[in-house]
């Protein structure tokens, strides 16, 4: 079978000279990419890299992200993605429990990466990536690594002979631990193996109907599946260009996808929004774009007719997670009449909907009638294998072959899914439950609602208050003008109505876009403490 080493080989091999990537001015053909990662993998085996040995990646996005996670491929190592603003502590912790031989990191987080060392002794292999052209923004941190760190470029340049052993792998080799956000407690680290990324790429090769004519933009964080194993990997599968940015910004991706003729973009509903409503985007030609995928949130219906109008007519919108990877997709040809939904399985996706009790071991045949409420089950080649060391874990979501995601959807008549939200956000006012996605709904039909996200906020009288967090792009919208539109709204029954509203600017996100409600619940607690209230 394929694994994602045999994957780059074969594009390498029909594609040499096609260009690969292009970050920061720096362009590579697949045969210069090609030799970058042969480079850095002979010189990781020469620092004493094997197979299975664990390599941490602590990067922002950039071309350096992609030849260390190839070259782990390569080796056989498996891959740490890790996210690059996580604490020394938070990083500290993923090292620790994965058990990392090696950290490659930017040298704008040498600050982070030194209390990390001391954190951790044993861990001794460093390789410090220099930024390309990308200021640290502290102009008081000495970015010079220390002088037993590596540097990642002097690595590549130097290693002038190719004799490292490169194994034999299958489809069961583990290829990376990626470990999820931790929106429910502790990050878990699910294993991926070669077969279940190529599933995952082939996948969407299939679903988005990429070509080696497609140029992609990278905006999402290769450190997420969403943004490697379901994005850059699948590119990569059928020799399309990947243009880089190193840091996202809407002026500059809307110029990026005008200078590099980009046809496909992976973008969060938030950043969508944030290029729209830029004044560079009436100035910016992107008539090169055939398709836009995202997720992890609900676009006003407003808002998407004029991004189907003014930006893209082909809009996915997509459900996915870091054990399975995109398993719901809504295509274009639904984006406006099944707004709201996350589509139907993906090719290679079996899905079910199964009563949702977390006192009892559900089986996977206790289905749900459809529009009930209840827990998504997901089957494919895709799932992960297991959290690596974490048998208590894996064993409440892996069961005979499912994966029990945690998150709540009905499916409807047509076979569409809807999500209502995480089983543990959850509402349960005066007695009744409510789902914090039907509120929202609601709210993102709001004139002058841009985001919205709903949680319930500890009330004496009713055990939780439905409270709302709303970005607003009408300054004049009050809380009053929105209680009164969910009032006349025939969607909400007077329960489920939010008792207060909060304006924020932003609303917390993941990398993948889902909106982080504990810290907005820590927000509330914060001020009723400060308030005395």
Known sequence: MLTITSLFENTVAKYPDRLALVCAGTRYTYAQWDTRVRGLAQALFDLGVRQTDRVAIFQKTSDATATAYLACQLLGAIAVPMNYRLSANEAAFILRDAGARALIYDDTMLPVVAKIEQALPDLRLYVCVTEHGEPSGDESVDVHAPLHHHNFDALIDSTRHRDAPLPTLSADDISALVYTSGTTGRP???????????????????????????????????????????????????GAANVVLPRYDPQRTLAAIAQHRITTLFAVPTQIQDMLFHPAFAQTDHSSLRMITTGGAAIPAATMQRVIDEFCANIYNGYGMTEASLTLLLHPRDALSRLGSCGKPTLISTCRIVTNDPERAVPATESVAPGEVGQLIVRGPQLARAYWNNPVETAKKFRDGWLYTGDLFSVDAGGYFHFHGRADDMIVSGGENIYPREVEEVLYHCPGVQEAAVIGVPDAKWGQAVTAFVVRNDAHLTEDAIIAFCKASDDLAPYKRPKQVLFVDRLPLNPSGKVLRRELAASVAHDQLRTGT
């Open 188 to 238: 878990k680290g699910a294993i991926h193996t070669h077969g279940n990324d190529v599933a995952i790429a082939t996948n969407c090769v299939m679903e988005y109907s990429l070509t080696s004519t497609d140029s992609a933009l990278h905006i999402a964080p290769l450190y997420h599946v969403g943004g490697m194993q379901a994005y850059f990997i699948p590119h990569l599968m059928v």
